[in-house]
C-alpha cells in the first residue's frame, strides 16, 4: 500500500537506489534520502510511536524535528529521531517507550486512565504510606523513560574543530541564501550553515501549488557556488551561542566551534499546532509536514483530508495538496476571513468548501486509534472562546493538515542576550535590541514576504559588513509582515480535553488551568509544574500556546508572561561530540623510560607521570613499598624528582625579594648554604614550602612540590610586577632533571663520580659535576638524613641517572618512588603542606614559628599573624603513634579525633613504619591535648576508637 | 643505529625519546644529542612531508636572556634583534632570533653551524649584570609542513592561524591540544615550514598528539634531515 | 567562548588565561586589625567595572582588565603601570 508519489523535481529521495530496513519486526523498503518516517508513511505505515505519558499512538506531526512522535531505537543507538534520520540498508528499528511493541503497547490503557493522572499527579499521590513509596517510585520511574541505553555502545570520538569567519549566516532558506551572498560579494570569508540534508529551507516545500519557489532555490543555491569564499554546511546545526561570538555547528561528523565576527541568523521560525481534541491522532499534522512529504520525499501525507488553519499559510498547504492529487474535503479557518483574498479565490475556483469562522471540534480516530476516521467541524466564537455546537457537521476523512503561526527560531538570540519585544500585528516574538555584530532576517525577524525575506538577508549582510569595517552604505529597513501570520489564540477547549498543547509531554489545555488555579500561574513555575517545553523538543512546538494560554487566565497581554530561558544545545548533542578526541596533556620527566625500564607503576601528580613504587615480582604493593623504604634506610635509594618546581631569582635585590615573598630570613644567608622557605596567603595561611639555595650573591635557586609549582611562579611574577625590585625571575622547572640518592651508602655511592661531597655540610648547596655535565649539588634532608639532590639539565639527565645506577649497582641502590618518599618524610617528622595542611591551617597550628622572622620589615601574611598571633591557638598538629605491636584496625587519613564525644581533630597522614615497628602519623588536636605523652582518641572507619600517643615528630631518633 | 639498552654515550637525549620508545627506527648523534633520524623509507617520508610532515628539531642548540636591558646586550654582542614584541628575525647565517613579548629572547641555532654556534658564543660572553638574566632553554622543537597543516592547527588550537592571521615574521605564544606553545612560520629551503616549541616534559605528548593526527592525514614524523640539508 | 586581549599578545580564547582576583589597593600598614580582616577576607560583590588581574598562561604576563561585571564587557586592558597607554 504505497503512498508514493510521482517523481518532484528536486525531491530528496534517489528512486534508484532501494534501502530494506525493518520497523517493529516486519520487513520496509524506502529509498536512499528518505527520512525514517517518510519510508514508513510511504508503506502506509501511520502508528509511528507512543506517547511519553498516556502511550497514544502517534504519527508525524512537524517531520521537522520540532517534535518526537518518532523515537527509535536499533537495538544500540537510541532516541534516533525518525523525521530526520536518514534510513539506512540493515537498520532494525523499534519504538521506544512501549511495552510488548508499538501496536500492542501494553502500556497503552494508561490512557483510558488518564483522569487519574492529572499534571503534577506525581507530586501529590504515593507518598503516604511512606513504606510504599518505594514501590511507586520504581514504576513511575520506570515508565517516565524513553528509550533504554545499551551500555555496550562504542566510545565514538569525533574530532572537534576550530574555524573562524567574518561573517557566519544560520539558516539557508531564501533569506540566508541571500545574506549570504550579499556578505560573499566583498570577498570576506562566509560561513553558512543549515540542519537540513539540503539547502533551501521553505523554498524546498512551501509551494502553494506551483513551481517558482523551487525554481528561484535552484537559482539561488547556482550563484553560491560561484563564490569560493562562502562555505555552505549541510546538515549541521548551530548548537548554542557562546560569548564573543562562538557559535559550534554540530553535524554527524562532529562539532566545529566557529569563531564568527558576525553572526546573521536567518533561521525561520517553527510552526505551531492550534489546539483541539485529539489533535495528536496519526493523520493529524502541521501544514509544513505535509508539504515537507509531499515535496522533499513524495509521499502522500493522506488522501482525503480537512485543513484545518487559523492564519492564511493553511490556503497555501491546501494548493499544495491539491497540486499533489490529495482530496480537500474542506478548508476551516477559525477566522472569519483570510487575511488576503488571492489564495481563498484560488481554492473556490478548484471546487473546496471553505467554513469560516470554525473550527475542528474534535477528530474521531478509527477502531485501533492508529489513523483519522472523521473530524466535526463547529462554528466558533472568538470573543468566548468557544465552539458553537448547534450546528456542527461531521465530515469522514484520513487526515488533517492544520496550520496556526510561527514562533521564530530565536534560541541562539536569546543566548546572546537580544531583547525581544511581542509584535501584535505579526503576533510573534521579534527582536528589539541585538547585541553588537548580531543580526535577524527573514521569519526570525518578523519578515514573512518572499521578496521581503530576501531584501532582508540582504539588509542584515550589509549591516554586517558595516560592523565589520567595509565601506557599505547604510541599507533601507525593511518592514514587518503587515498582516498577522499567526494566530492571536488557536485554542479549542473541550470538556473532555486530550487536545494537546505539548506533543512531547501529553500537556492538555486543562493543565494549564489546573496548574494556574492551584497557583503555578508564573511561566517559570508554570514549566516545571506541567513540564511544558522540558521534552526533548523543548518547547519548539508548545512553549508559545503555553503563553497564551497562560496570558488569557491571567488576564494579561502576551508580553507580560514572558518566556522561559533558551539553553544549548538547540539539539541533542551527543556526548562523544563534546568530548572530540579528548587531550589529556601529561609531563613526563626525561628519566621516564628509565624508570619504566626498571618497573616503575606510574601515577599522576598534577599533569606529571611519577613512579609510584617499583615492582617486584612475588611482592603486593605494600611489600614492596616497605623494601624500598628499608634500602633507604640500610643502603641507598634512588628516585627521580625532576617535577618539583625550581624557580632562580637573580639579582641585586634577590634577597629581599625572598625576604618579602616568605615567611623567613635571607639577606644573610651565606652563599651555599640553604634556607627552609614557608609562603602564606594574605590571609596567613600555609601554601607552600621549599628550600632556598644561594648559589651565588646574586642567585637563589628556589624549589618547591610539584604541584604548586607553576602558580608559586605566578605569584611572584605578580609580586614583582607590584614592588619593582631589581630582580630577574626564571622558572627552570623543566629546564633541569632532579635526582635524590639517599641513604647511608649515598655519599659513597657519588664519592665516585663527582668532588667535595666529604665538605657538603647538611644543608647546603655547590656547583659540580659528572663525567663533564654540569649538576647543581644539594644536601638536603626530606627523606633521609643522608640526602644528595642532584639537579641536570633535562636533556642530560638520562646519562647522570646511568651512571649513577651503574655506581650504585654493587652497593644496593634501589630505586624508590613516590610512595615509598611519603612515608619516608613521615619518618623523618616532615609535615608537608597540602597534606597535613588545609586552606585555613596557619603556620602556629603546625609548629612552625621557628620559621618565621616577625621582625621583618613585611612579608606576605605577617599582618594577619600579627592578629591571628594575639588570640588562642584553635588546634594544633602533633605527631602520634599508635601502641607498640598494635595489630588492629588502621585508622586512615581524614578519621576523626573524637573527646567526650566531640570531635576534636582529625588525622592527616598515618602509615606503619616498619623503621620504627609502629604506626606513625600526623594529627590535629584541640590545644589541651598536644602535650608530649598526651593519650588521644581516633575513630576508624568501623566506628572503633583507637589510642594514640603524642610523641616527638623526630620518630627516626626515638629508636 | 645504537640499541637503547645500551649505556647512553651521548650527553644529551631528545626529549621526545619516549614517544619512540620501542619502534624500529634509525637513531643517532645530531649535535651531541640523541636523535631518531629516519622513520621511513624516502618515498614514504617525502610523502609524508608534503602533506604534514613533522621532525624533531630539539638538537639545535639554544639560548635565552630575559631582562630590560637583553635587548641593548644582544646588540652589543652584534646581533641584530626584532624591534618590535612578538616578531622574529633571521641572521646572515640562518640563526634565529625571537623576541618573546616585550623583554625576552629566544635564540636558536641554524642547523650544521656547531663549529660557529652563536648560541655557544653568547653562552661564553654571558656576565650577569642588572637586568639581564639568562634562560635555559631546553624546549622540544618541532618542525611542520604539508598542505594539511592548517587542518591540524584547527583541531589543536583555537586561535585563527591562517596566514593572513599568522603574518610573515610574527611569533605566536599560545595552546595545542593544551599545552604552551612558541610558534611561527618561516620559508627556508624554499619550503614553507611551521616552527613549533613546548616545554620538554611535554614533548611526547605533543608528539604524540602531532603525529596522530598527521597519521589520519597520511602524512607522519620524518627525519630532520628532511627539512634542513645539513643533517640529510 | 570569552576572548580575552593580552596587551602584549593580542586576543585569546579564554581558556590561555588564569584569574587573578580584583585589583586592591591594602590599607596602610599601620590600619586597625579590623581593616585589615576586612581587607583579607571580604569582597565587593556590587556589579560595576572593575580592574582585575588577569594572567596570560603561555606567555607569562599578567596585566590589568577594565571589566563591567554586569555585561561581561571588557573595556581596555593594559600592562600595570601603563594605565594611561591603555
Not at chain 1, 533504554?148 to 567574518?166: A, G, M, Q, S
Not at chain 1, 584553635?874 to 605527631?879: D, E, H, Q, S
Not at chain 2, 620508545?21 to 640523541?34: K, P, V
Request: proline share 4%; glycine share 10%.
Amino acid at each position: 500500500m504505497s503512498a508514493r508519489l510521482a517523481n518532484n523535481k528536486g525531491e530528496w529521495i534517489n528512486r534508484a537506489a532501494s534501502v530494506k530496513f525493518s520497523y517493529e519486526g516486519r520487513e520496509f523498503s524506502g529509498f536512499e534520502g528518505d527520512s525514517i518516517s517518510s519510508a514508513l508513511w510511504a508503506s502506509g505505515e501511520q502508528v509511528l510511536g507512543r506517547s511519553f505519558k498516556y502511550h497514544r499512538p502517534r504519527g508525524i506531526l512537524s517531520l521537522a524535528n520540532h517534535d518526537v512522535n518518532v523515537m527509535l531505537t536499533d537495538g544500540m543507538d537510541t532516541n534516533m529521531r525518525g523525521d530526520v534520520v536518514a534510513v539506512a540498508e540493515g537498520m532494525a528499528l523499534k519504538a521506544v517507550n512501549t511495552d510488548g511493541g508499538v501496536k500492542k503497547d501494553k502500556s497503552r490503557f494508561i490512557d483510558s486512565i488518564s483522569p487519574l493522572l492529572p499534571v503534577g499527579f506525581y507530586y501529590k499521590a504515593f507518598h503516604t504510606p511512606k513504606r510504599f513509596f518505594p514501590f511507586w517510585e520504581n514504576i513511575i520511574r520506570k515508565a517516565a523513560g524513553l528509550g533504554v541505553v545499551n551500555f555496550n555502545y562504542p566510545r565514538i570520538t569525533k574530532p572537534k574543530l576550530h574555524e573562524h569567519c567574518d561573517v557566519l549566516v544560520i539558516g539557508a532558506g531564501a533569506t540566508g541564501l541571500s545574506a549570504a551572498l550579499e556578505a560573499g560579494a566583498s570577498g570576506l570569508r562566509v560561513i553558512i550553515a543549515d540542519e537540513n540534508a539540503q539547502a533551501g529551507g521553505s523554498l524546498g516545500f512551501d509551494w502553494a501549488g506551483g513551481q517558482e519557489s523551487s525554481t528561484l532555490r535552484e537559482q539561488l543555491l547556482a550563484r553560491l557556488a560561484q563564490l569560493p569564499n562562502v562555505s555552505l554546511r549541510l546538515g549541521a546545526y548551530a548548537a548554542g551561542y557562546y560569548p564573543d561570538h562562538l557559535i559550534p555547528l554540530v553535524s554527524k561528523a562532529g562539532m566545529v566551534k566557529v569563531r564568527a565576527r558576525s553572526v546573521i541568523m536567518a533561521s525561520g521560525a517553527f510552526e505551531q499546532p492550534p489546539v483541539f481534541r485529539n489533535n495528536d491522532i496519526p493523520g493529524v499534522m502541521l501544514g509544513s509536514a505535509a508539504q515537507r512529504l509531499m515535496h522533499r520525499y513524495s509521499v502522500l501525507p493522506f488522501s482525503n483530508g480537512v485543513v484545518f488553519t487559523a492564519n492564511d499559510y493553511g490556503y497555501r498547504v491546501a494548493l499544495d495538496l491539491l497540486q499533489a492529487g490529495v482530496k480537500v474535503a474542506a478548508l476551516v479557518d477559525l477566522r472569519e476571513r483570510a487575511e488576503e483574498s488571492a489564495l481563498p479565490d484560488q481554492l473556490l475556483k478548484r471546487g473546496v468548501k471553505i467554513i469560516p469562522a470554525s473550527c475542528i471540534y474534535e477528530v474521531q480516530a478509527n477502531a485501533d486509534k492508529s489513523g483519522v476516521k472523521s473530524v466535526t467541524i463547529a462554528s466558533y466564537d472568538s470573543a468566548s472562546n468557544e465552539a458553537q455546537l448547534h450546528d456542527k457537521i461531521t465530515l469522514a476523512c484520513d487526515g488533517v493538515a492544520m496550520c496556526a503561526g510561527w514562533v521564530p527560531t530565536a534560541n541562539l538570540l536569546y543566548q546572546a542576550g537580544t531583547q525581544m519585544r511581542y509584535d501584535y500585528g505579526v503576533h510573534q516574538f521579534v527582536p528589539q535590541r541585538l547585541p553588537a555584530g548580531m543580526f535577524a532576517a527573514g521569519r526570525v525577524n518578523g519578515v514573512y514576504e518572499l521578496n521581503d525575506k530576501m531584501a532582508d538577508g540582504v539588509r542584515a549582510a550589509r549591516l554586517a559588513l558595516r560592523h565589520l569595517g567595509q565601506e557599505v552604505a547604510e541599507p533601507a529597513t525593511v518592514a514587518l509582515a503587515a498582516t498577522a501570520q499567526s494566530h492571536a489564540y488557536p485554542i479549542v477547549p473541550h470538556p473532555k480535553g486530550k487536545n494537546f498543547v505539548d506533543f512531547d509531554e501529553d500537556i492538555q489545555v486543562k493543565d494549564f488551568i489546573n496548574a494556574a488555579k492551584e497557583g503555578f500561574d508564573n511561566i517559570e513555575l508554570m514549566k516545571r509544574f506541567t513540564t511544558v517545553g522540558m521534552g526533548p523538543s523543548q518547547g519548539k512546538h508548545s512553549n508559545m500556546n503555553a503563553i497564551r494560554i497562560l496570558a488569557r487566565v491571567r488576564g494579561v497581554p502576551v508580553e507580560q508572561i514572558g518566556t522561559t530561558t533558551s539553553r544549548p544545545f538547540f539539539h541533542p548533542t551527543p556526548i562523544g561530540h563534546l568530548a572530540g578526541r579528548g587531550f589529556h596533556p601529561h609531563r613526563l620527566t626525561p628519566l621516564h623510560d628509565a624508570n619504566l625500564q626498571l618497573g616503575a607503576v606510574m601515577t599522576d601528580v598534577g599533569a606529571w607521570k611519577r613512579a609510584a613504587y617499583y615492582q617486584v615480582p612475588g611482592l603486593n604493593v605494600a611489600q614492596t613499598v616497605l623494601a624500598e623504604v628499608e634500602a633507604v634506610r640500610k643502603q641507598a635509594g634512588i628516585i627521580d624528582s625532576s617535577s618539583f618546581g625550581k624557580i632562580e631569582v637573580h639579582g641585586n635585590e634577590a634577597a629581599l625579594f625572598l625576604e618579602r615573598f616568605f615567611t623567613g630570613r635571607y639577606a644573610d644567608q651565606a652563599v651555599g648554604e640553604s634556607r627552609y622557605t614557608l609562603l602564606l596567603d594574605e590571609a596567613g595561611v600555609v601554601v607552600d614550602d621549599g628550600l632556598a639555595h644561594r648559589l651565588d650573591e646574586k642567585l637563589f635557586y628556589l624549589s618547591s612540590g610539584t604541584s604548586n609549582a607553576a602558580a608559586v611562579y605566578r605569584e611572584m611574577q605578580r609580586w614583582q610586577q607590584i614592588w619593582q625590585l631589581d630582580i630577574g625571575l626564571v622558572n627552570v622547572t623543566g629546564a633541569y632533571a632532579a635526582i635524590n640518592i639517599a641513604g647511608p651508602l649515598a655519599r659513597q655511592i657519588l664519592s665516585g663520580l663527582m668532588q667535595g661531597l666529604d665538605q657538603l655540610q647538611p644543608g647546603s648547596a655547590c656547583l659540580s659535576e659528572i663525567a663533564g655535565v654540569p649538576v647543581r649539588l644539594l644536601r638536603v634532608a626530606f627523606v633521609s638524613d643522608f640526602t644528595y639532590e642532584l639537579h641536570i639539565p633535562t636533556p642530560q639527565a638520562s646519562f647522570v641517572w646511568q651512571r649513577v645506577m651503574a655506581a650504585g649497582q654493587g652497593l644496593g641502590l634501589k630505586p624508590f618512588g613516590t610512595d615509598a618518599q611519603r612515608l619516608l618524610r613521615l619518618e623523618m617528622g616532615h609535615a608537608m603542606p597540602g597534606i597535613d595542611t588545609d586552606g585555613l591551617t596557619n603556620p602556629f597550628e603546625i609548629g612552625a614559628d621557628h620559621a618565621l622572622a616577625l621582625d621583618k620589615p613585611d612579608f606576605i601574611g605577617k599582618r594577619s599573624l600579627q592578629i591571628i598571633a594575639k588570640r588562642p591557638l584553635k588546634k594544633a598538629l602533633v605527631a602520634f603513634a599508635l601502641a607498640p605491636g598494635y595489630a588492629g584496625e588502621i585508622p586512615l587519613e581524614c578519621n576523626l579525633v573524637i573527646r567526650d564525644g566531640d570531635i576534636d581533630g582529625r588525622v592527616t597522614s598515618i602509615a606503619y613504619s616498619d623503621t620504627v615497628k609502629r604506626v606513625i602519623g600526623f594529627a590535629y588536636v584541640s590545644p589541651q591535648q598536644q602535650a608530649l605523652g598526651t593519650v588521644f582518641q581516633i575513630r576508624t572507619d568501623s566506628g572503633a576508637l583507637v589510642a594514640a600517643t603524642v610523641v616527638d615528630s623526630h620518630f627516626l631518633e626515638a629508636q | 643505529m645504537k640499541l637503547n639498552s645500551e649505556m647512553q654515550t651521548e650527553k644529551l637525549m631528545t626529549p621526545i625519546a619516549h614517544a619512540l620508545h620501542g619502534q624500529d627506527l634509525l637513531w643517532d648523534d645530531i649535535n651531541g644529542m640523541r636523535q631518531a633520524t629516519r622513520f621511513a623509507t624516502d618515498e614514504i617520508e617525502l610523502a609524508r612531508k608534503a602533506v604534514l610532515g613533522l621532525a624533531d628539531a630539539s638538537a639545535l642548540r639554544k639560548f635565552g636572556v630575559k631582562g630590560a636591558n637583553a635587548a641593548q646586550w644582544l646588540q652589543q654582542q652584534g646581533l641584530v634583534i626584532p624591534e618590535a614584541a612578538n616578531r622574529w628575525v633571521v641572521s646572515a647565517a640562518g640563526c634565529l632570533i625571537l623576541r618573546l613579548g616585550n623583554t625576552e629572547f629566544l635564540i636558536e641555532d641554524a642547523a650544521g653551524t656547531a663549529t660557529e654556534s652563536v648560541c655557544e658564543r653568547l653562552s661564553l660572553a654571558f656576565s650577569a649584570q642588572p637586568g639581564l638574566y639568562l634562560v635555559p632553554h631546553v624546549e622540544a622543537a618541532f618542525v611542520l609542513s604539508g598542505t594539511a597543516v592548517a587542518q591540524l592547527f584547527s583541531e589543536v588550537c583555537s586561535i585563527d592561524l591562517t596566514r593572513v592571521a599568522l603574518g610573515g615574521k610574527d611569533v605566536v605564544m599560545t595552546q595545542f591540544a593544551g599545552v604552551s606553545v612558541v610558534l611561527m612560520h618561516q620559508d627556508l629551503e624554499e619550503e614553507s615550514l611551521f616552527r613549533l616549541w613546548c616545554d620538554s616534559s611535554y614533548g611526547p605528548y605533543m608528539w604524540d598528539v602531532i603525529a596522530g593526527i598527521a597519521h589520519e592525514h597520511s602524512g607522519g614524523p620524518v627525519g630532520i634531515g628532511r627539512y634542513f640539508s645539513a643533517y640529510k | 567562548m570569552k576572548l580575552l586581549t593580552c596587551p602584549v599578545n593580542g586576543t585569546r580564547p579564554l581558556s590561555e588565561f588564569v584569574f587573578g582576583g580584583e585589583l586592591r589597593q591594602p590599607p596602610a600598614a599601620d590600619c586597625s586589625d579590623q581593616v585589615w580582616a576586612h581587607y583579607v577576607h571580604n569582597r565587593n560583590g556590587a556589579p560595576g567595572l572593575k580592574q582585575e588581574w588577569w594572567y596570560h598562561a603561555p606567555s607569562g604576563t599578567w596585566f590589568i582588565a577594565e571589566r563591567n561585571t554586569l555585561t561581561d564587557q571588557v573595556i581596555r586592558t593594559y600592562l600595570k603601570g601603563q594605565e594611561s597607554q591603555a
